[in-house]
């Protein structure tokens, strides 16, 4: 797409590694969120999101999220951003999930399921890794 | 010395603590701290279920400290730097993970942090859960730093009710102590 900057921010030991790639039609979230101010650290994710959606026409698009672990206020956060996934495949846009995660990451599966079941349009998949 | 160390440690051994942190805390504590209390577990040979709990556990704790403590240690040369005080501890008996949290707080936000933790201690799995995904999708309450999703989550961690008690320091603040206590499913 035409003047639109792809997004990357580096991971920190409480932050995850963000990759937006409105060419490759890739939104990735992988790692660690516990930041001090999840609202703050967000925004501008959040800010590219919604305005890729209004701009991804016809485009196909993979949500990846692999997060460890991730503190309460970042889970509200996942949600506005998987609100805005659910709204823009209500529309009608070609957009899916993928929810990947450690086999051995109990918590992570249950969060997964738990953000599926409050979503209406977008195909959820719960993407489990097994280890060796 | 003036400060028995020894007595201190042998004692709060035999309470089974395994961890405590007292002072100003900041969100490098709460990451330095993290990494340790991972590997403590590990070694311990704790399960992946149990370990996640109480590292949210104690995340949301120091957390609540970094962001409601009335208790700091300000700059005064630049007003922005500031560290909020409190005090964790973590200790193990009788087949759970104790996560305590304390820091001063309020005499007047003593009713709020009251009703906020009645309102949820002696709720079921599924109404937390239903409380808690309501709560995700709804607006922030006014004045909160947080979602107010964290005591919910806390309570859903917990294996019996979370118990508190405030302890009056003078006519403007008092000490708020928390527990919450995870299930060792190891």
New interface residues.
């Given amino acids: 797409m035409n003047d639109f900057n792809n997004l990357n921010i580096a991971p920190t030991?409480?932050s995850p590694e963000i990759t937006l790639d409105a060419d490759a039609g890739l939104l990735r979230i992988r790692g660690e969120s516990?930041?001090?101010?999840a609202s703050k650290f967000y925004a501008p994710v959040i800010e590219w999101i919604a305005e890729y959606f209004v701009e991804a026409a016809g485009r196909k698009t993979v949500f990846e999220i692999e997060i460890v672990?991730f503190?309460?206020?970042t889970?509200?956060v996942l949600?506005n951003l998987l609100d805005l996934a659910d709204y823009a495949a209500g529309e009608g846009k070609d957009v899916s999930v993928h929810w990947i995660c450690d086999e051995?990451?109990?918590?992570a599966i249950e969060c997964g399921e738990?953000f599926k079941?409050?979503l209406t349009h977008v195909p959820f998949a719960i993407v489990i890794k097994k280890n060796g | 010395m003036d400060f028995d160390l020894y007595q201190f440690h042998e004692g709060i051994k035999k309470d089974g603590v395994l961890f405590c942190y007292s002072g100003p805390i900041s969100q490098a504590t709460v990451e330095g701290i993290g990494v340790t209390l991972r590997l403590n577990m590990e070694i311990a040979e704790a399960g992946g279920y149990t370990t996640q709990n109480v590292f949210l556990v104690f995340v949301e704790q120091m957390q609540n400290i970094l962001n409601y403590s009335e208790e700091w240690l300000t700059s005064e040369l630049d007003a922005d730097k500031e560290l909020r005080k409190g005090i964790l501890v973590i200790s193990q008996a009788e087949g759970y993970f104790h996560v305590y949290c304390g820091n001063r707080i309020l005499n007047k936000d003593m009713d709020v942090f009251r009703n906020r933790i009645e309102s949820v201690r002696l709720l079921g799995k599924e109404e937390l859960k239903a409380l808690y995904k309501e709560r995700r999708k709804g607006e922030r309450e006014p004045g909160s730093k947080g979602a107010g999703l964290g005591l919910i989550d806390m309570a859903r961690r917990s294996g019996k009710p979370m118990e508190y008690q405030f302890t009056k320091i003078d006519d403007t603040y008092s000490f708020f102590s928390i527990r919450v206590s995870v299930e060792d499913r190891t």
């Fill in positions: 030991k409480s516990f930041p001090e101010n672990y503190n309460s206020s889970s509200k949600m051995e990451n109990e918590t738990e079941e409050d």
